[in-house]
């Protein structure tokens, strides 16, 4: 498995601010993934984290609303822009692991409120 | 579009029984399935991957797939409170992809 960790844990952010969250995993991954969670549903994609290249965007979510940035193979930033209510969520990030390198782990996520 | 689906629930058992919690998908390429156990407030954690037809065991879980008929379980034997959860099925079409595609989950209440 891997150890990732991620901070904030969980904040309260006003509408049209700004939260980036940020990923660190205990050694290095060629994939890093963010998801979002809304209340009740499942786990949704938002993007893939390429080290060295572009994120590489889910349909319905777009780089100037999620940039991603990932400056080595061990930590990923997801910020998420221009808050509204609807973006109250929970945010994970994952990284591939396993012998046929398809399995994913989680990290603890990061819950947001927006007010 | 590729679908993963799951009862979501309640699934409601006593303790000692065994419970079964079931998934369907529609991407008849799929090659890994996983289970996923996530408690409330936290994020998904794995207890089972499954790549060949038939059945995989570990400790209490064991895992079932049946690629002609597109299913997928998770049996629980000897369920416990601590089981309590919402269970997440996972498929990947593979062959080099990375990204599964996740059912909403099967909420399971294992009571006293």
């Known amino acids: 498995s891997a150890v990732i960790s991620q901070k904030p844990s969980r904040d309260i952010c006003q509408r049209g601010t700004s939260l980036t969250i940020q990923c660190q995993v205990d050694?290095?991954?060629?994939?890093m993934f963010w998801y979002r969670q809304q209340p009740g549903q499942s786990l949704t994609l938002i993007a893939t984290?390429?080290?060295?290249?572009?994120?590489?965007?889910e349909s319905g979510f777009v780089i100037d609303k999620f940039p991603i940035s990932r400056p080595n193979l061990t930590f990923s930033t997801l910020t998420v822009s221009n808050l509204s209510p609807e973006d109250s969520s929970i945010y994970l990030c994952s990284v591939e692991r396993g012998t046929s390198t398809d399995t994913q782990y989680f990290g603890p996520g990061t819950r947001l409120t927006v007010l | 579009q590729k679908e993963v689906e799951q009862n979501s629930g309640p699934l409601s058992v006593p303790e000692g029984a065994i419970a079964s919690l079931n998934c369907t998908y529609s991407?008849?390429?799929?090659?890994?399935f996983f289970w996923y156990r996530q408690y409330s407030g936290k994020s998904p954690e794995l207890i089972m991957s499954i790549y060949s037809n038939g059945d995989k065991e570990d400790g209490r879980f064991t895992a079932q797939l049946n690629k002609a008929s597109q299913y997928v379980s998770l049996l629980i034997r000897d369920s416990q409170p601590s089981d309590s959860a919402t269970y997440l099925c996972?498929?990947?079409?593979?062959?080099?992809?990375?990204?599964?595609?996740f059912g909403r989950g099967t909420s399971l209440i294992v009571h006293p």
């Open positions: 996972a498929v990947n079409q593979g062959g080099g992809s990375y990204i599964p595609t």
């Open positions: 991407d008849r390429g799929s090659q890994s």
């Open positions: 050694s290095q991954v060629t994939m």
């Open positions: 984290a390429n080290q060295g290249s572009e994120a590489t965007y």
